[in-house]
Nanobody
Framework: VQLQASGGGLVQAGGSLRLSCAAS????????LGWFRQAPGREREFVAA????????YYADSVKGRFTISRDNAKNTAYLQMTNLRPEDTAVYYC???????????????????WGQGTLVTVSS
């Protein structure tokens, strides 16, 4: 499985961006798909995810109500719509997928098997 993340950029606080994650290879709509982010000097942290059933969604408290994860199965692409962005959202954003991750492990990056290369989001104040 290969993942290609895109859509990052520079935006002012309060603005919006939509990230995309295009999947290729051995993909399945039943795979879990998640977004993580990593700011300089910090550990990679969970942002949002679809569980393996493909329908349930999960969000970090810090982005709940501002970010929305979605997917277009026909295009093998997932999205992260980010609104009301804050300077603390600045990070490299990664998408990841897994065929076997369980729901209780979704927020832990160690349990995800395939990763995209990351896309940088910078939010200016």
């Amino acid at each position: 499985v290969q993942l290609q993340a895109s859509g990052g950029g520079l935006v002012q606080a309060g603005g919006s961006l939509r990230l995309s994650c295009a999947a290729s290879g051995s993909t399945s709509t039943s795979n879990a798909l998640g977004w993580f982010r990593q700011a300089p000097g910090r550990e990679r942290e969970f942002v949002a995810a679809f569980g393996r059933t493909g329908s349930a969604t999960y969000y970090a408290d810090s982005v709940k109500g501002r970010f929305t994860i979605s997917r277009d199965n026909a295009k093998n692409t997932a999205y992260l719509q980010m609104t009301n962005l804050r300077p603390e959202d600045t990070a490299v954003y990664y998408c990841a997928t897994s065929r076997s991750i369980i729901t209780s492990s979704l927020r832990d990056p160690r349990y995800w098997h395939y990763w995209g290369q990351g896309t940088l989001v910078t939010v200016s104040s």
